[in-house]
């Protein structure tokens, strides 16, 4: 089965970094995922990891470890509009399961 | 554009009525697959398919039923809804199911079932 970990809810303020911790126990393993979801909307794609490592892709940046089946989702530069749950998500042989989502709050 | 398109955004209905809920995709993806999201617990998956014909049970496929006539359909039915099926619902493609295909989703479907 899979078991995915992450904070229920996280706050910051604008201009600041926050990192969301995902830990994760699956059968299988093609690779991690990061989805950002506003609240009422489909879930869109941020990153991808399936190698150790940091994935940098402007003001977001995701990193994995497999061997302690572990990544984590850095936010720099908080903006108002980054406020949103963000989804971890690993891909296995055949699904792709999600944590329960991390609600970050930006304050001004 | 490529999209995953999902009918009907919002629907109430009442115990026992029997409801689909379409999903197409104009991506040619083989991957297709229904989470229902209820708060605190994330995205559950209900069933998937991998290609036309194709399809198999998800983590919580109790109350549903779905088909792959066509790739780029798949329909969720609700033969007989339960207040408990109440969710937000999001189809989701993907061109495999190997490594980094991200996932495409539909704009989502609130289920009232009273």
């Known amino acids: 089965g899979q078991n995915i970990d992450q904070p229920t809810e996280m706050t910051a303020t604008e201009g600041a970094i926050v990192q969301i911790n995902c830990t994760y126990q699956?059968?299988?393993?093609?690779?991690l995922f990061w989805y950002q979801q506003h609240a009422g909307e489909a879930p869109t794609f941020l990153s991808y990891?399936?190698?150790?490592g940091l994935e940098e892709k402007g003001r977001f940046s995701s990193f994995l470890s497999r061997s302690k089946g572990y990544s984590y989702l850095l936010l720099k530069e908080l903006q108002m509009k980054d406020s949103a749950s963000y989804l971890c998500?690993?891909?296995?042989?055949?699904?792709?399961?999600f944590g329960a989502g991390t609600t970050v709050t930006v304050r001004a | 554009e490529a999209q995953v398109t999902q009918n009907p955004r919002y629907l109430i209905t009442v115990t026992g009525k029997k409801l689909t809920v379409t999903c197409s995709q104009n991506?040619?993806?083989?991957?297709m697959s229904w989470y229902r999201q209820d708060p605190g617990l994330g995205l559950r998956q209900i069933y998937y398919?991998?290609?036309?014909?194709?399809?198999d049970k998800g983590d919580v496929p109790e109350g549903y039923k779905v088909s792959r006539k066509e790739k780029r359909n798949f329909p969720l039915i609700l033969e007989s809804p339960s207040p408990n099926q109440t969710s937000l619902y999001f189809c989701?493609?993907?061109?495999?199911?190997?490594?980094?295909?991200?996932?495409?989703f539909g704009q989502g479907t609130r289920l009232t079932v009273v």
């Open positions: 699956t059968s299988g393993f093609n690779g």
């Open positions: 398919s991998m290609n036309v014909e194709v399809t």
């Open positions: 990891n399936v190698l150790d």
């Open positions: 998500a690993v891909q296995g042989d055949y699904k792709l399961s």
């Open positions: 989701a493609s993907s061109l495999s199911t190997g490594t980094g295909s991200e996932a495409f």
């Open positions: 991506m040619n993806h083989e991957y």
